[in-house]
């Protein structure tokens, strides 16, 4: 069952992820298709073959070796190994090895004073030339420290054609602006462009209001993980991937 997020950001994290399983439960049929960006070594991906096991499912991941591991645990996932963006091509890819988790294709603000990093060099794919033009996909997930509008402007088309739910982390403007882009730019894309209503996980769970341009503001003083739906609450039956 849902419940309230915890304060310590630690706890914060796992009460993420466990909504985002419940996302998932409500979201996903059997046969779902589903897209795990940032996927790490499948912690997420995992809860995906498990809810959808007759569905497909893509993991991209830039990091060598969790990719590898990720394709070991689930050999039933498509693993992309590169970084999400809105250009194909060979960028520079900051690995923070003391927190793998906060890796990404930009530097950006860390809680820790003292991260060790390494920089290379890794592809990047648009999601709209990973998923075939005959997929719709039913559920994205969005963990990619600051660059969810660069991947999201790769995915117009997926999202246009298959309207999935879209479970995302956003760390706001001080996590966004070494990508050039900001909140402003993800609400302008995602709501005024496609559609989209953001809510909090809870809120989304319960059934409640999507945010408002202000009250995301104030919601990014406390939260930093949210729901895309292009409907106001859970997914309906055509949604889930249903025959």
């Known amino acids: 069952m849902s419940g309230s997020l915890a304060a310590d950001p ?4 796992e009460d993420y992820d466990r909504l985002t399983v419940e996302i998932i439960e409500r979201v996903c049929g059997r046969t779902a298709v589903s897209v795990d960006l940032g996927a790490g070594v499948g ?3 995992q809860h995906l073959v498990r ?3 007759e569905g497909n499912h893509f993991a991209v991941e830039p990091l060598p070796a969790l990719a590898d591991e990720l394709a070991d645990r689930l050999p039933s996932v498509t693993v992309v190994r ?7 091509g060979r960028h520079s890819f900051v690995h923070v090895v003391s927190n793998p988790g906060y890796s990404g294709l930009r530097r950006r603000p860390y809680d ?4 060790t990093l390494h920089e290379i060099t890794v592809d990047t794919v648009r999601l709209d030339d990973v998923i075939p033009a005959d997929v719709r996909v039913d559920l994205i997930k969005i963990d990619i420290e600051g660059g969810e509008v660069l991947a999201l402007r790769g995915a117009r088309d997926t999202l246009r054609r298959g309207r999935p739910v879209i479970v995302f982390e956003h760390g706001g403007d001080v996590v966004m602006r070494e990508y050039g882009t900001t909140t402003d730019d993800l609400w302008s894309l ?3 462009e496609l559609g989209y209503q953001v809510f909090t996980l809870p809120a989304w769970l319960a059934g409640g209001r999507a945010l408002s341009r202000a009250a995301l503001t104030t919601a990014l003083e406390q939260d930093w993980y949210f729901v895309a739906d292009r409907a106001a609450g859970p997914a309906t039956a055509d949604q889930k991937g249903v025959d």
């Open 82 to 88: 590169a970084a999400a963006a809105d250009a194909a």
């Open 10 to 13: 630690a706890q914060r994290n």
């Open 190 to 192: 995602l709501v005024e």
């Open 43 to 45: 912690e997420i991906t």
């Open 51 to 53: 809810v959808a096991p």
């Open 112 to 115: 820790r004073p003292a991260e």
